[in-house]
């Protein structure tokens, strides 16, 4: 049976500051009609414009995902958009009264909680789909994806830092509301300490704080910090990936296979996967 779109049946929201830029902002997550999509809505400014959560959209890729339609940009998306992604919904505003939401404990859990909350709902038409019928490669230096066909969505990541407590690592899962929510959303995300300066002087991290950064010393964590998963690291590129991968715009019917992944990587696949889309609904492919 053909899978319906979904979307939420009541508002909900959530408060707290950007991990990025540090400013307060408030989120409203919003029931959409069929066939709205992913979208960003900016209440502090004027005429409050959208930006769609689309590849067409993309401001920059450096240590985030950030959209941008005219002078109006929403930051950090990845998180957000990886809940909704992740909980098969697609339909919904996001409402967002500053430049970035809030990054709460630096994972999508509290998304996941705040959505879950709001009811998940079927709508009438069929949900958009994205099926792969032969692998498709993508390499940029030492980060590669390899797109396999399969019957569900799964992605599946390896990662290599070198860091005692990393190291070569790997995780998978499927993309299932279920399994998303229990497996991937509580994953955080995280940064070595001898970076906070450098980001900082860049005008990054500037709201990262141990409540919402796993902190890397040189040798383990941060004072008093404690690993949910024994490779949250990994689980955390794989929440990025679902995030991103949002903006395809479709339910993914493959298997992403990622080695070193980041955001640069995962959005010149997003694009590569839009284009298939295209060609798709086009009858070309």
């Known amino acids: 049976m053909t899978a319906k779109q979904r979307t939420i049946a009541r508002a909900v929201e959530v408060r707290g ?3 990025h830029t540090g400013e307060p ?6 029931p959409a009609p069929e066939h709205g999509g992913l979208r960003f809505r900016r209440t502090d ?52 009264s500053g430049p970035e939401p809030p990054a709460l404990d630096g994972s999508a859990a509290a998304w996941c909680d705040r959505l879950l909350d709001a009811g998940p709902v079927a709508q009438e038409a069929d949900a958009p789909r994205l099926r792969i019928d032969r692998p498709l490669r993508l390499k940029i230096g030492r980060t ?29 899962a499927r993309l299932e509301p279920a399994e998303f929510a229990r497996e991937i959303a509580p994953a955080r995300t995280f940064g070595l300490s001898a970076w906070a300066e450098g980001l900082r002087e860049r005008g ?12 890397l010393s040189g040798d383990g964590l941060a004072t008093g910090q404690q690993l949910r998963f024994p490779d949250e690291f990994a689980r ?18 493959c298997h992403v296979v990622a080695q070193r992944p980041g955001h640069h990587g995962n959005l010149e696949l997003a694009r590569r996967l839009s284009g298939l889309r ?3 609904t086009n009858g070309e492919g």
């Open 17 to 19: 500051h950007g991990i």
């Open 25 to 30: 902002s408030v989120v409203r997550l919003r």
């Open 278 to 280: 295209d060609n798709e």
């Open 204 to 215: 990054l991290a500037l709201g990262a704080t141990r409540e919402n950064t796993l902190v």
């Open 45 to 96: 400014l004027a005429d409050a414009p959208e930006i769609p959560a689309t590849v067409e959209f993309v401001h920059s890729a450096h240590r985030e995902t950030a959209l941008r339609k005219g002078e109006a940009v929403v930051r950090t998306a990845e998180h957000v958009l990886a809940a909704a992604h992740g909980l098969a919904l697609d339909n919904l505003r996001i409402d967002v």
């Open 144 to 172: 590669r994806y390899d797109v396999l066909p399969a019957e569900a969505g799964r992605i599946s990541v390896t990662i290599d830092f070198d860091h005692p407590l990393i190291g070569r690592q790997s995780a998978s």
């Open 236 to 253: 955390h590129k794989i929440l990025d990936i679902i995030g991103d991968l949002a903006l395809v715009g479709a339910r993914l019917q």
